[in-house]
């Protein structure tokens, strides 16, 4: 074949270069959402199982365990960086999928004393898609924005550091306080609203760092793992939410 030398032969390969980025970078972002959605989708489902057998609940929700269960909760989302240098996607993918497990265990007697009430599980559908409303308006925020959030990033992470701190002490110390737990719920929300989009663009800058390696999936998992986990948060902020306020 001819060579045409009027002809940009280097803008071409850079367009269909960018182009196969572009199109790669969607279907990475699919899969995050794709395992995100599926975790949260596991996570229902086992708080649904635990509520039909209450008995199990209170052994393992609702006694010592709990604290087995934060803590390994608290652990595995200060570590799922890991996940990125794990020595296979199997081995990413059942980390995440113990993590969903372990929240599912966790929340689970909230889930359940709400099913309880007259109306509690249209509160509870309420709340999921509040949250779902919100989520996907900030994650779509940090997607497009082209101003960097890192330096943002840095105040949230310090400042949910403090609101578990605040919330640790209080509970330990303190009686429960509706006031508290309305301020707590409400700033959580927020914090963790920022953080969802911070979240984003970092993944989605994680896929442009990397693109053409084999830690795509892994990386996908990781991604999916922290919006997993404030999508969790803030539903469940919510759900407490809209609690006090059919309370009052």
């Not at 087995?68 to 020595?87: E, N, P, Y």
Request: glycine share 8%; aromatic share 14%.
């Amino acid at each position: 074949m001819a060579l045409n030398p009027n002809r940009n032969y280097a803008a071409t390969a850079g367009t269909q270069t960018g182009a196969a980025i572009d199109e790669g970078l969607r279907s990475y972002m699919l899969r995050v959402y794709n395992y995100m959605a599926l975790g949260v989708a596991g996570t229902g489902v086992i708080c649904l199982f635990m509520a039909a057998n209450p008995a199990l609940m209170q052994t393992i929700a609702m006694g010592p365990a709990k604290w087995v269960l934060f803590i390994a909760v608290l652990g595995m989302g200060f570590f799922s960086h890991k996940i990125v240098t794990m020595k296979s996607v199997v081995s990413a993918q059942i980390f995440y999928w113990v993590y969903c497990a372990l929240w599912g265990l966790m929340i689970s007697p909230l889930i359940y004393a709400f099913l309880q009430l007259e109306g509690g599980a249209l509160d509870i559908a309420r709340a999921f898609f509040i949250t779902a409303g919100m989520f996907a308006g900030v994650s779509i925020f940090g997607y497009v924005t082209k101003r960097d959030l890192a330096p943002i990033a840095k105040f949230l992470f310090m400042a949910v550091i403090g609101l578990i701190i605040a919330g640790l002490v209080n509970w330990i110390f303190f009686e429960p306080s509706t006031e508290f737990s309305m301020a707590f719920s409400v700033i959580a929300v927020l914090l963790f609203a920022g953080m969802t989009a911070w979240e984003t663009q970092m993944i989605k800058n994680m896929y442009a760092e990397h693109y053409g390696q084999d830690a795509v999936s892994k990386m996908a998992i990781f991604g999916a793992l922290q919006l997993y986990g404030s999508f969790v948060v803030m539903f469940i902020h919510i759900l407490n939410i809209i609690g006090i306020m059919r309370s009052e």
